[in-house]
């Protein structure tokens, strides 16, 4: 693997040169509203260490070019993993093909010259050799067994990759890229009296290895994925009511991003197909709830210099107050929208077109305590983490899993309870927060989101949240 990479690669490496392919690039776009030249070459490993073995490794290079054409409300695209000036002279003529079809939309987008420096052009896969990866990995599995008598099965999963990536618009327009991401994630199950019962853990962000790597760092990871899986084994089935809730920080923002975030991407908006649809300056949450979207912080998973056509990133207010302020915005929707585009245009890999998706997506720290709300509840549920969920874009209904939850009684949390479950409108939930805590922290940069079958790093977070009458879907008989 070439350590060294830079953009002039792109084109030496394919006896070509950068000039010749930006002269064509601005001829095949002439005449339409916008468009791209989006080139990539991505390295990557995965390695799964199981049952105290290599259970799985991977290692992966992929290459290719899309080129994008924007007119009006379509867009045509080719892509191709030979990059050559052949090649690209066949995908100008598909991608062209939609010239006599469509209209174009004339409306100027402001431009901003932002140059970001949000994380090392690190090459993260050659940090550590492979047999020393799984020195790690073996470590972490006799240190989580040592811990527990109950320990079934350990897994660690290890995954880096570095992207480079070269945008080349029409006019001498380009921009260059090298992402770097590593994840560490650690699952446990613990088999006790006949039950099971797991719990896992991740943790990764922009950058290299050494960071994940440290001893400190996955064994306070092991510790509290063993504490979690013991409690999850003494807990009961979860009751099945309306109950004020609080929400935990960090993790829990998945909420926001489901059941909110989503719903405030630019297509939808432009579509009427989100709740959130013409709710623009009107009051869409409580007072105080203030949620951004911010792909502008150092090292973090959801974070990019710019997005998948050259924007920028940037920290975007969606709700400020309650009040909806703004949507994210891919190039295309907001020519549309006649509005800005805000550094959201993103895309899995060449082989796709960019659309309006989320990047760190987070609300605000407010001025209460997680105490002072539990202490505030005679009846209600604690939720500090959450498994997963789905949502409804267009009504915003959702459904959450809780990875863990107790009682509230009286002020106190009580029993840990399982199998609980999130059900409600993000539209109405948003309108019910009672309390914002002033703890908010993002989660620990394992975030993946998907959307029309394209997967994307993301971050989120919140503070802890006081919400009243939410309903929870449980499993006690």
């Not at 209209?103 to 896969?125: A, G, T």
């Not at 659309?355 to 720290?365: F, G, I, W």
């Not at 009684?409 to 539209?427: F, H, Q, R, V």
Request: with cysteine.
């Amino acid at each position: 693997m070439n350590n060294k990479m830079n953009e002039n690669n792109f084109f030496t490496n394919n006896n070509w040169n950068k000039t010749s392919c930006q002269n064509l690039v601005t001829k095949i776009l002439d005449g339409f509203d916008d468009g791209e030249l989006y080139l990539q070459e991505s390295y990557s490993e995965n390695l799964v260490f199981d049952d105290r073995k290599v259970h799985n490794s991977s290692f992966d290079i992929t290459k290719g070019f899309g080129l994008r054409g924007v007119l009006g409300e379509v867009a045509s695209y080719a892509h191709a993993t030979d990059f050559s000036e052949q090649a690209l002279k066949k995908a100008g003529e598909v991608v062209s093909s939609i010239k006599k079809l469509a209209k174009p939309v004339h409306f100027d987008l402001e431009h901003s010259n932002i140059k970001h420096d949000l994380y090392p052009s690190i090459n993260p896969i050659e940090e550590f050799s492979f047999q020393e990866k799984i020195e790690i990995a073996k470590m972490i599995d006799e240190y989580i067994r040592s811990k527990n008598s109950f320990v079934k099965q350990v897994t660690v999963r290890i995954s880096g990759s570095r992207s480079l990536v070269q945008i080349i618009k029409a006019h001498n327009e380009s921009c260059f890229d090298i992402r770097p991401m590593v994840q560490l994630v650690i699952s446990v199950t613990l088999e006790k009296d006949g039950k099971l019962e797991s719990s896992g853990e991740g943790r990764g962000y922009r950058g290299g290895y050494k960071t994940l790597f440290t001893t400190k760092n996955w064994q306070i990871m092991a510790d509290d994925i063993i504490e979690t899986a013991m409690i999850k084994l003494g807990a009961s089935p979860s009751p099945a009511g309306e109950y004020t809730i609080v929400l935990g920080a960090g993790n829990p923002g998945v909420l926001l991003h489901e059941a909110v975030g989503h719903g405030l991407e630019g297509d939808f908006n432009r579509k009427k197909t989100s709740a959130f649809s013409e709710m623009m300056d009107k009051q869409v949450a409580s007072k105080g709830v203030t949620i951004i979207d911010d792909g502008t912080i150092p090292g973090h998973r959801g974070s990019i210099n710019f997005d998948d056509e050259g924007t920028p990133t940037a920290k975007n207010t969606l709700i400020k107050d309650g009040i909806l302020v703004g949507y994210m915005q891919d190039r295309m929707n907001a020519r549309l929208m006649k509005s800005k585009p805000t550094g959201n245009g993103r895309r899995q890999s060449y082989a796709h077109q960019p659309m309006p998706r989320m990047t760190n997506t987070y609300m605000l720290s407010g001025n209460a305590s997680q105490a002072d709300m539990i202490s505030s509840i005679k009846n209600g549920v604690f939720l500090p983490k959450f498994a997963g969920g789905q949502v409804d874009i267009t009504s915003g209904k959702f459904v959450f899993n809780a990875n863990l939850a107790y009682l509230i009684e009286d002020g106190k949390i009580t029993s840990p309870i399982k199998g609980a479950t999130l059900i409600g409108s993000g539209p109405d939930v948003m309108k019910k927060i009672r309390a914002i805590g002033d703890d908010m922290c993002l989660d620990k940069g394992t975030g993946v989101c998907g959307k029309e079958g394209q997967s994307v790093p993301v971050g989120l977070g919140q503070p802890s949240l006081l919400i009243d009458k939410v309903t929870i879907g449980g499993t006690k008989l």
